[in-house]
């Protein structure tokens, strides 16, 4: 299948970050597939095919959202909807959440886990919608609108002193207090701030979201109250991001790999290396110290000294 042509120049392939679980590893396919794989072979144990399965439209954009394992289950955002399958075999256990397909397909944002109000849920981030769904049996236990253009709700959302950050193409940046055991208004809206957040997830440290915005500029916000403590000046069109203690790794579509000190205070780089001389668009991986980085010609392995 080939993707639309304002995307395409990233390629017509998978956008989802596979997810390993000891000797398997679940990978989506472009044609809205799930594949479960050994690790050590590359041996194929299972496959679902969602748009036969649960007779979905092939999303325009392919498979984007990575799989989630949790105990004996991996949950994906396919089908048109949510979904959660035995990660033994790849029968579905239910679909949730289901928006029809839409002009563009299934959603983007990668399911994440999060306990809130005491209430042990997953978050997902539909095309326009931001909900909590009972990881055992499927109940929405709270959805609240997510504005985005064309359904663009691509970062996966964090959680921050049991509140739920996003941040939306097209709509805004929010923090959401939620609590499933207030039954008349489990989730509210702590503030919003204009500025927009695009594909690549945002890093929570030190109360602060580090933001890689839809017009190519870096921003730190303030989560206790939504101001921004600076904004840089424009970069690529997408950072993939990984932190550890209070340093961010920032690997721009340019090649370009940045390590940055998270700080409030200003934007604060440490180094800057080329590592890619084609566009990179896949996520950057860290192994102890190896890093992996995947551009449109290959994958390299660099060793971090």
């Not at 998270?262 to 896949?282: H, I, M």
Request: charged share 20%; net charge negative.
């Amino acid at each position: 299948m080939t993707v639309p042509f304002f995307a395409a120049s990233n390629g017509s392939w998978i956008r989802a970050t596979p997810c390993v679980d000891g000797d398997r590893v679940y990978v989506a396919g472009m044609r809205d597939v799930l594949a479960c794989l050994d690790v050590a072979t590359g041996r194929e144990i299972w496959r679902v095919d969602f748009t036969q399965e649960l007779e979905s439209p092939l999303p325009a954009f392919g498979f984007v959202s990575s799989p989630l394992v949790r105990g004996d289950h991996v949950y994906v955002q396919a089908g048109s909807g949510f979904v959660k399958l035995e990660k033994a075999t790849g029968k579905v256990v239910w679909r949730v959440l289901a928006d029809g397909g839409g002009m563009m397909g299934s959603a983007f944002s990668s399911p994440y886990p999060a306990a809130l109000g005491g209430v042990p849920q997953i978050l997902v981030q539909t095309r326009d919608e931001l909900a909590g769904v009972d990881p055992e049996v499927g109940t929405v236990l709270w959805k609240t609108k997510v504005e985005a253009f064309r359904g663009m709700n691509i970062v996966t959302p964090t959680v921050h002193d049991g509140k739920v950050f996003t941040t939306s193409y097209g709509g805004g940046s929010w923090l959401f207090s939620v609590d499933p055991t207030q039954a008349d208004k489990p989730v509210e809206q702590v503030w919003r701030n204009k500025i927009q957040g695009y594909m690549s997830s945002p890093i929570v440290i030190g109360g602060h979201a580090y933001v890689h915005l839809r017009n190519q500029r870096f921003a730190c916000l303030d989560l206790a109250t939504g101001k921004e403590a600076w904004i840089t000046k424009p970069f690529g069109r997408y950072w993939s991001l990984v932190a550890r203690g209070d340093r961010i790794l920032a690997l721009d579509e340019t090649g370009d790999l940045r390590l940055i000190r998270a700080t409030p205070e200003k934007y604060d780089p440490v180094g800057e290396a080329q590592v890619a001389e084609r566009e990179s668009w896949a996520h950057l991986a860290v192994a102890e110290d190896e890093l992996y980085v995947r551009d449109l010609e290959g994958l390299t392995a660099f060793r971090w000294k």
